[in-house]
């Protein structure tokens, strides 16, 4: 909504974007209605809004509903007292709440680390070479029984991370620390995914993966022959195999 100057003094420039308190967490909303601010912005800064513009917005919309957002124009009335009110949650409230630091994102190298998997595409689904004669026989027996398969293999650190995201959270914490089994569905923190090494396989029949696919018979068929081919099921997720069944 406003960008930071040294004074309000002769001012004339608009406050420029409207604000929505969508997608901040429950527990954020929580701490606002009990009117604790301070507690809010940790939280919000904790889910990953760390902008101190963004938190600023978040305390002054919350202390003025009546606004919905609006942001403040130096037309209106009572714009300077309004404005000096932002820029004091600001730096008596926001600037002065402990908020995590951002942790710094690992380094990408240059080129890949020894011990890198080889990867290569086996039918569509990149997968370690080791294991391509075995994934290609099972994808060739499949087809030939009418049951044509699909899917995805390996992941690479990066990719990783965003499914972390996706089922577990934006946090630090979430995304490094948070038990696999919290996340939806269950998801391998980073560096310890099978994916990672090109030995597991998400499966998909069709269209049908992940919470479908149980029902199709592309499971069936791999609970029937998977196992001659290498690969083992994980029990809670019916579309992910691998060497070790993890």
């Known amino acids: 909504m406003y960008r930071p100057i040294p ?23 929580d701490a606002l209605s009990a009117r604790n601010e301070p507690l809010a912005i940790q939280r919000a800064a904790d889910a990953g ?18 606004r919905n957002g609006a942001p403040l124009r130096s037309s209106e009335a009572g714009f300077t007292a309004l404005a000096s009110e932002w ?9 002065a709440t402990p908020r995590p630091p951002v942790p710094s994102a690992p380094a990408t190298p240059a080129k890949p680390p020894p011990g890198a998997p080889d990867i290569v ?37 990066d990719e990783q991370i965003a499914v972390r ?55 069936g068929w791999l609970q029937r022959n998977a196992a001659r081919f290498g690969l083992k099921n994980y029990a809670k997720e019916p579309w992910h195999w691998s060497t070790t069944g993890t």
């Open 121 to 157: 595409n086996v039918r569509g689904i990149l997968v370690a070479r080791q294991i391509a004669p075995q994934v290609d026989a099972l994808l060739a027996a499949a087809q030939a029984d009418g049951v044509p398969l699909g899917g995805s293999g390996f992941r690479s650190p």
């Open 165 to 219: 995201k996706k089922n577990c959270g934006t946090t630090h914490y979430d995304i490094y620390d948070k038990s696999p089994s919290q996340c939806t569905p269950p998801t391998a923190r980073p560096g310890t995914s099978m994916h990672e090494r090109g030995l597991a396989i998400d499966f998909k029949y069709g269209s049908q993966m992940a919470g479908q696919f149980k029902d199709t018979p592309g499971f």
């Open 87 to 95: 820029v004091s949650i600001r730096d008596r409230l926001v600037r």
């Open 49 to 66: 809004f760390r902008d101190e513009n963004t938190l600023t917005d978040l305390v002054f919309f919350s202390r003025h509903p009546e």
């Open 7 to 29: 004074t309000l003094a002769g001012r004339s420039a608009e406050f420029e974007e409207e604000f929505s308190f969508v997608g901040f967490p429950k527990p954020v909303m």
